[in-house]
């Protein structure tokens, strides 16, 4: 058994006991290492003391026990916590919030399960955090916890005081790519997070595996997608689509190395093989999808895209816009960024019971297309090709999820989510 079967060992017990008293000492006679030598290699692999860990995953799940309607005391007892206070205080150290100010400004999920064998799990301390800002004198500045509009915890982002933005990268291509975008698009007139760099003029920062930059943040505040279905719903899908749109064609100018990604081939040979039975795909659509949208592909531009237009990744202020992330940028089909954009909102907002919601989805999917369209003339193919993008990304997203136990949850809301587009694609028609 290698170190990070071991370590994963130790997480899965640790979440089967939470409501038990867990020590380190426990910990390391299990896994059959000296104390100093199991904290190592669970900081190694895990990105946070042994200690912190376990206090942490106490704190998220009796949070989300209070969510539910628990009472405060009894979770707080039943997880180890002598007291309220005792409770208030932890959760305050940890993530910054009082536990009223958590459950107030955001939805509590369950927490997933750790599983270090499914990819890249940041977990940076605070203290950690501190340490690195000393690379620019801002060691002394408070440090926040992003979080995302559905209650989801960034990991690899941080506020910096009322100005800044620390954010930390496992792999130097994803931040090659963040870096050379953005100042690609700086140069050509658009707002961009470029790196700030540190008193020594380095823009990044190297600690152990992990790579960390600073960036001013960013003007305005992230769009949310509740507010895109009050008041003219059309206007603000048509909005979105313009400001995409002048994203577009800043991209492909933009001078910068990624990768080639065939989103035809990676829905016809890795997606749909995955996901067809699971998702009840009806036999024509399959052959529509390796046939038609097949034949369209080939006719597509192609360019530099964004990649992961999501609502918080497009930031709104009063009087200008900006995007944030581009970590994940690539070279695709241009119409991947407005596709995804929509498919984004109908995720994150998706209810299966609110056919009124599913009607405002239509008509805002459709303007974010008419605004794109306005800034960057989409050609017949495209707007033929742009059901099966919105399908393919889907398909693709539901086969990365279901693979990944911290995308159950999501999986779930994806593959109903996905039947809905399937029983409804003569909706998405432009024509």
Request: glycine share 4%.
């Amino acid at each position: 058994m290698n170190n990070l079967d071991i370590i994963q060992n130790s997480l899965d017990y640790i979440e089967a006991n939470l409501k038990t008293e867990i020590t380190a000492e426990e910990l390391a006679y299990h896994a059959n290492f000296s104390m100093f030598h199991y904290y190592r290699l669970f900081q190694k692999a895990v990105g946070m003391p042994v200690m912190q860990y376990i206090v942490r995953r106490k704190l998220l799940y009796a949070i989300y026990e209070i969510s539910c309607g628990n009472k405060v005391i009894d979770v707080a007892l039943a997880y180890g916590f002598d007291t309220y206070a005792g409770f208030y205080k932890a959760f305050k150290r940890e993530f910054g919030y009082t536990p009223k100010q958590f459950l107030k400004s955001r939805t509590v999920n369950k927490p997933y399960k750790i599983n270090l064998s499914e990819g890249e799990h940041i977990m940076v301390t605070h203290k950690k955090i501190r340490e690195i800002l000393k690379n620019w004198n801002l060691d002394r500045e408070s440090i926040t916890d992003i979080f995302y509009e559905r209650g989801e915890k960034s990991e690899n982002s941080f506020y910096v005081g009322d100005n800044y933005i620390n954010r930390v990268f496992v792999n130097s291509d994803s931040l090659n790519n963040h870096i050379n975008i953005s100042k690609s698009l700086e140069n050509l007139g658009l707002y961009a997070a470029i790196p700030i760099k540190t008193t020594k003029g380095k823009e990044t920062v190297e600690d152990g595996q992990l790579y960390f930059i600073l960036t001013e943040r960013s003007r305005g505040v992230p769009v949310k997608v509740a507010d895109l279905y009050e008041d003219d719903y059309k206007a603000k899908g048509r909005f979105i689509g313009e400001i995409i749109g002048q994203l577009s064609l800043a991209l492909k100018k933009a001078d910068a190395a990624v990768n080639d990604v065939n989103i035809y081939d990676a829905v016809k040979n890795l997606a749909l093989p995955k996901v067809k039975d699971v998702i009840g795909i009806p036999e024509n659509l399959y052959r529509n999808i390796i046939e038609y949208f097949g034949t369209l592909y080939g006719k597509l531009p192609k360019q530099i895209i964004h990649r992961d237009l999501n609502p918080g990744n497009i930031i709104a202020a009063k009087d200008e816009w900006s995007f944030i992330d581009f970590d994940l940028s690539e070279r695709n089909v241009r119409i991947f960024d407005p596709c995804y954009a929509a498919t984004a909102i109908l995720s994150e907002s998706f209810d299966e019971n609110d056919k009124e919601k599913f009607y405002k989805w239509i008509e805002i999917y459709k303007n974010i297309i008419y605004g794109f369209d306005s800034v960057a003339k989409l050609s017949n193919d495209e707007i033929k090709a742009i059901p099966y993008v919105i399908l393919s990304i889907q398909l693709i997203c539901c086969t990365c999820f279901s693979e990944k136990e911290k995308y159950k949850s999501v999986f779930n809301v994806n593959k109903k989510m996905t039947k809905w587009i399937c029983d409804n694609f003569d909706k998405l028609m432009l024509e």
